[in-house]
Structure formats: structure tokens, C-alpha cells
């Protein structure tokens, strides 16, 4: 087991690298200038000369890459152009929000998505199973956006039960935190646990046809039992699958999320950085992105083993 997970990590490199290399050449070579915004719409010629020297962009790209690559093995993202503040502090002072919704989001979603799909294969075909069915086409045709403003224009604005954006650090009291988390929590959940309790209810139905569970059905174990204790767990690998392509499609979703609740997170940041074309702070972004979607591909792997000791690399 430590020896495929060294070899895992020793396989990031290569790939990280490649990302690094798409990533710089994609933004330096789409159009736009990050010297003309930051200088505004009366600046001379002469002067954005002078701050793109100043940014190092007049230099030849390869020059600029390998500037980039030797700090970034030194642990130094850079410094973003436009707020002059080191990338690294930026990411801390915005991951907490970005952090928050996507523990929650994960937590309930598996936490209801599991049950559903259990419950809807083991009444399958009845009017149970039906009704989670079109909740899993639903989750997936509205798009995320909708559902944000569907649920503020409700639970905010009619009933006045939540606030309608903003965020609350978790020093500033549990409850203020929380629930300004509820509604972005409902919003990425809408999707993740369609998705997670179709996978669930399909790996089960496949699970129950098979002939150890006719056998334990046979030896007169009731069907709560069967389906809980014998197909559940046989049926856990494509459910742990789904849930970590969950997690890693929780990248874009906080995008469209955060801006619509005004959540000061990763996803707005992305944004911004991305209207400003602030290089530094979109590449330190995407390989932060990166390594975690590399990562999380990692930890589903190690749970392969652990959930089915068939399973060897």
C-alpha cells in the first residue's frame, strides 16, 4: 500500500508539470493585455512600455516560464499584478468559504444520495424509486444558477427564513456561519446527489442479481438485511467512484455558487483574476485545482482497496 502511494505521488510531477506548461501558454497567448487594464484607458504608449516591463512581459515566453517554474519550486506562487499581494496569501484568505461549502456540500450530499439510491433499488419500480428517478433527471437539467436563485427568491426573499448572500467566519458564532452556508449547501447539492443516487440505485439493482445474494436470500435473511449488509457494500467501489468525480466537479460549481451568494471564496477569486487577467493569481489557481482533483484521484484509489481487498496495483 505505501509503496502505490509513493508511486502515486511521484506521478504528479510529470502531470503537474504538463499543467503548468498548458496553463502559462494558454493565458499568455489568448488576446488581451493585463499592462493596459492596469494602467487604464489614458495611459501612453511609453508608460505601458514601462509597466510591462515592469511585469516582465515584454521578455521572451520561455524566459517567463522558466522565471515562474523556479519560483514556484521554491513554494513561491508570485505576486499578483493587479493587488501586488503574494498569490499564496490570497488563496489563504479565500479558501475558508470555498472550503466550507464543499465540506458541507459532500457530507450531505453522500449522507442523502446513498439512502435514496438504496431505498429506490431496493423498491424498484414502485412509485418510491419513480419519484427519485426524476429527481436525478431534474438535478441534472437545471443548471446550478437557477437553482440558486430559485431557493433565494423562496427561502430569502418570501419567507425570510435564511439571508440572501454574504458569509460569516466560524469565530463570529456557529449559527451566523451556518446558515449563511445553507443555501449555497443546496444549491451544489442539487446535482451531487442525483448523480450519487443513480450510481447508488444502478450498482445495486446490478449487485442483487447476483448469486450470493440469491443464496442469502435463500437461507432466509430478510430483504432489509440482504440489500444493507450484502449488496451495499458489494456495490461500493462505482459508488465511491461517483463520489469522487463529485468532489472534483465541486471546482466549477463553487464558481457559479460564490458569485451568486457573494461568498468571498476561490471561485470568486477565479473570476476576478480572470477579468483582470492577473496570470500569477489564475495559474497559482489552476495547479491549487490541480493537485487537489490528483489528490482526490489518490484517496479513491487507497478506498478501492480498502472496500474490496480484491482490488491490487
Not at 289 to 299: A, G, M, Q
Request: charged residues 15%; proline residues 5%.
Amino acid at each position: 500500500m505505501l509503496s502505490f502511494i509513493a508511486k502515486r505521488l511521484i506521478a504528479t510531477i510529470p502531470v503537474m508539470l504538463m499543467v503548468a506548461i498548458v496553463v502559462f501558454a494558454i493565458l499568455r497567448l489568448t488576446p488581451g493585455d493585463p499592462a493596459a487594464l492596469l494602467a487604464g484607458d489614458l495611459a501612453t504608449p511609453d508608460q505601458l512600455r514601462q509597466i510591462r516591463h515592469s511585469m516582465g512581459l515584454d521578455e521572451p515566453l520561455y524566459i517567463q516560464f522558466v522565471h515562474w517554474i523556479v519560483q514556484l519550486l521554491q513554494g513561491n506562487l508570485g505576486v499578483s499584478l493587479i493587488s501586488d499581494v503574494p498569490v499564496t496569501e490570497m488563496i489563504v484568505n479565500r479558501i475558508g468559504p470555498t472550503l466550507s461549502i464543499s465540506t458541507f456540500t459532500i457530507i450531505f450530499s453522500v449522507l442523502v444520495a446513498v439512502p435514496l439510491g438504496t431505498i429506490a433499488a431496493w423498491r424498484r419500480g414502485k412509485l418510491l424509486d419513480r419519484a427519485v428517478m426524476s429527481f436525478s433527471v431534474l438535478g441534472f437539467s437545471v443548471p446550478a444558477f437557477v437553482v440558486a436563485y430559485a431557493l433565494i427568491f423562496v427561502v430569502s426573499i418570501n419567507l425570510q427564513w435564511l439571508p440572501v448572500q454574504g458569509y460569516k467566519p466560524l469565530s463570529e458564532g456557529f449559527w451566523p456561519y451556518f446558515q449563511r452556508l445553507i443555501l449555497p449547501t443546496m444549491t451544489l447539492s442539487t446535482v451531487y446527489v442525483a448523480l450519487i443516487a443513480r450510481i447508488t440505485r444502478t450498482s445495486i439493482i446490478e449487485v442483487l442479481g447476483e448469486d450470493y445474494i440469491r443464496t442469502a436470500r435463500a437461507k432466509g435473511l430478510k430483504e432489509r438485511a440482504v440489500v444493507m449488509q450484502h449488496a451495499l457494500g458489494n456495490a461500493a467501489v462505482p459508488i465511491i467512484t461517483i463520489i469522487g468525480i463529485g468532489v472534483s466537479m465541486l471546482i466549477g460549481g463553487v464558481v457559479v455558487t460564490e458569485s451568486v451568494f457573494n461568498l468571498p471564496g476561490l471561485g470568486r477569486l477565479v473570476v476576478e483574476a480572470v477579468l483582470a487577467r492577473d496570470y500569477p493569481v489564475i495559474q497559482g489557481l489552476i495547479l491549487l485545482f490541480s493537485f487537489v482533483y490528483i489528490l482526490i484521484n489518490l484517496v479513491v484509489d487507497i478506498l478501492y482497496c480498502v472496500v474490496d481487498p480484491r482490488i491490487r496495483y
